[in-house]
């Protein structure tokens, strides 16, 4: 037995015969394991010392022991190979943790951006905001010139306003069309202050149109009460002066009006008629300037159509007296004073209107 | 008073026997095999040991016939056994690796797609804030109109 062990080993020896552990030092040697090799050193010395161990086992003619041998170096091999394939496995993890460490990086220095300029976009959102209403607020004010400026600013309170003045302006182009018809204005020379009074009353809605056709038929009235004057053979140069002057000593109010010079009366009324012995001092007064015509106008304290009424009926009683007080009829003609006209504080007043002065 | 002390003696160097006996004296078989199976234990328990079942299962076998045989060939089976254990170590160990290595490329993916859109998103927001640049241009100041 020892000598057939002895040969054994010799031929082994020798390399007399194959080497159980060659298929498996192939495997080690071959590149499927250089990783193993370099990675694993350890374990790949124990496959190699275990194969050494499965040679000697064969050697010594105990196959059953180098095939123990070449078991635990094949299990060795596998655990050299599975090393080396975790830490490629690690490597390649940490290769990839730091690849989306920079990703995440990267990621996060564009949400930076991406918030700054959000916020310089609301920023620059804002300011085109504000642009734009100044530039709407701008259009709004050029469509308002266009319009007409004040008209579209006009308040409630201040279109009232413009009615009253309205109104006020266009009696007084009554009065004065009223004192041009005495003088002998024709219908032609008229027409047209007509034609702006009934504008101006047709413009109801529009508080400015209004007051605008309002005050062109005032001086249209005044142009025709011009023409008509200008015809006319007036009263003597300073004989206005010497009407006021002669009013005021008879404690009569002189008051200058765009349709002539007045002068206002007081106590000459009583109830619907009129004081007798005022009317005669009016009458001589009224005598002492011959020129022109003469409107009556009267006013009373009562506000509304009654009031109107009264007062047009004392200025006729008024113009009737004076009629037979020796003034020539021709020459006079009556109206109430216009609610429009009366002013803040009405008074109970008569009112004669020399128009030619 | 002689006798006693001997007794007592005697029964201290009895326990120590007996003490020695319960484990094992380190290199020898038995305390391979007790390493071994200890180690098994701890990869059954680890994260991975699904991969490393077939390794297990090797050195159990090969505990087992540690267990029946004797001399050297429990010596050689346990030698087996400790081979097989380290490569269930090994095996568990790269699953854990590959298993993070998915998660790693997994969190890549995710980190990708939040990249893209964050670009995207500031792509956005850049050709924003030029359209709104070129409006603001393209509405003239008041105070340059006049």
């Known amino acids: 037995m020892r000598?057939?062990?002895?040969?054994?080993?010799?031929?082994?020896?020798?390399?007399?015969?194959?080497?159980?552990?060659q298929p498996l030092r192939t495997r080690l040697a071959a590149d499927e394991s250089a990783a193993a090799r370099e990675r694993a050193p350890e374990l790949a010395a124990q496959v190699e010392a275990a194969l050494d161990d499965a040679d000697a086992a064969a050697a010594a003619g105990s196959p059953e022991a180098a095939d123990d041998h070449l078991t635990r170096?094949?299990?060795?091999?596998?655990?050299?190979?599975?090393?080396?394939?975790?830490?490629?496995?690690?490597?390649?993890?940490?290769a990839v943790e730091e690849e989306v460490a920079r990703i995440r990086d990267r990621a996060r220095r564009d949400e930076?951006?991406?918030?700054?300029?959000?916020?310089?976009?609301?920023?620059?959102?804002?300011?085109?905001?504000?642009?734009?209403?100044?530039?709407?607020?701008l259009r709004m004010a050029e469509e308002d010139e266009a319009r007409?400026?004040?008209?579209?600013?006009?308040?409630?309170?201040?279109?009232?306003?413009?009615r009253r003045a309205a109104a006020a302006l266009r009696e007084r182009a009554r009065l004065?069309?009223?004192?041009?018809?005495?003088?002998?204005?024709?219908?032609?020379?008229?027409?047209?202050?007509?034609?702006?009074?009934?504008?101006?009353?047709?413009?109801?809605?529009d508080a400015l149109v209004a007051l605008r056709e309002a005050d062109r038929a005032g001086h249209l009235a005044l142009e025709a009460l011009g023409a008509a004057r200008s015809r006319t053979e007036g009263p003597p140069e300073g004989a206005g002066r010497s009407l006021v002057e002669a009013a005021?000593?008879?404690?009569?109010?002189?008051?200058?009006?765009?349709?002539?010079?007045?002068?206002?009366?007081?106590?000459?009324?009583?109830?619907a008629g009129v004081v007798r012995g005022r009317v005669e001092r009016v009458a001589a007064f009224m005598r002492a300037h011959p020129h022109g015509p003469v409107q009556v106008q009267a006013q009373v304290t009562q506000a509304g159509a009654a009031g109107e009424r009264l007062a047009a009926r004392r200025a006729e009683a008024l113009r009737r007296a004076l009629v037979g007080a020796g003034v020539s009829a021709e020459r006079l003609t009556a109206a109430a004073i216009p609610t429009a006209l009366r002013g803040d504080e009405p008074r109970e007043v008569a009112r004669l209107v020399f128009v030619a002065y | 008073m002689l006798p006693r002390a001997l007794i007592l003696v005697a029964l201290l160097g009895a326990t120590s026997a007996a003490s020695a006996q319960d484990s094992p004296a380190p290199g020898t078989v038995e305390a391979r095999a007790e390493d071994v199976r200890e180690r098994v234990r701890r990869v059954e328990e680890g994260r991975g040991s699904d991969a490393a079942e077939d390794a297990l299962g090797h050195a159990r076998r090969a505990l087992g016939a540690a267990r029946r045989a004797e001399g050297a060939a429990a010596d050689r089976a346990?030698?087996?056994?400790?081979?097989?254990?380290?490569?269930?170590?090994?095996?568990?160990?790269?699953?854990?690796?590959?298993?993070?290595?998915?998660?790693?490329?997994?969190?890549?993916?995710?980190?990708?797609?939040?990249?893209?859109a964050a670009r995207e998103a500031l792509e956005h927001a850049l050709r924003e804030r030029a359209r709104l640049r070129q409006a603001l241009e393209e509405a003239a100041p008041p105070e340059a109109e006049e």
């Open chain 1, 73 to 94: 170096a094949r299990l060795l091999l596998e655990a050299a190979q599975a090393e080396a394939a975790r830490i490629d496995d690690e490597r390649a993890r940490r």
């Open chain 2, 78 to 116: 346990v030698s087996i056994a400790e081979a097989a254990v380290t490569l269930a170590e090994r095996l568990a160990a790269r699953a854990r690796a590959r298993n993070g290595l998915t998660q790693a490329r997994e969190a890549k993916e995710a980190a990708m797609r939040r990249a893209a």
């Open chain 1, 112 to 137: 930076r951006a991406r918030a700054a300029l959000e916020a310089e976009s609301a920023r620059l959102a804002a300011s085109r905001s504000a642009r734009e209403e100044q530039l709407a607020a």
């Open chain 1, 148 to 162: 007409g400026g004040r008209r579209a600013r006009v308040s409630m309170e201040e279109t009232a306003d413009l």
């Open chain 1, 248 to 271: 005021t000593a008879e404690g009569f109010t002189p008051v200058a009006l765009p349709e002539g010079a007045a002068v206002e009366v007081d106590g000459l009324f009583a109830g």
């Open chain 1, 3 to 21: 000598r057939v062990a002895l040969i054994a080993a010799l031929l082994v020896g020798c390399g007399g015969g194959p080497r159980p552990s």
């Open chain 1, 176 to 205: 004065m069309l009223g004192a041009a018809i005495a003088l002998g204005a024709t219908e032609e020379e008229t027409a047209e202050a007509t034609a702006a009074i009934a504008a101006s009353e047709e413009a109801r809605t």
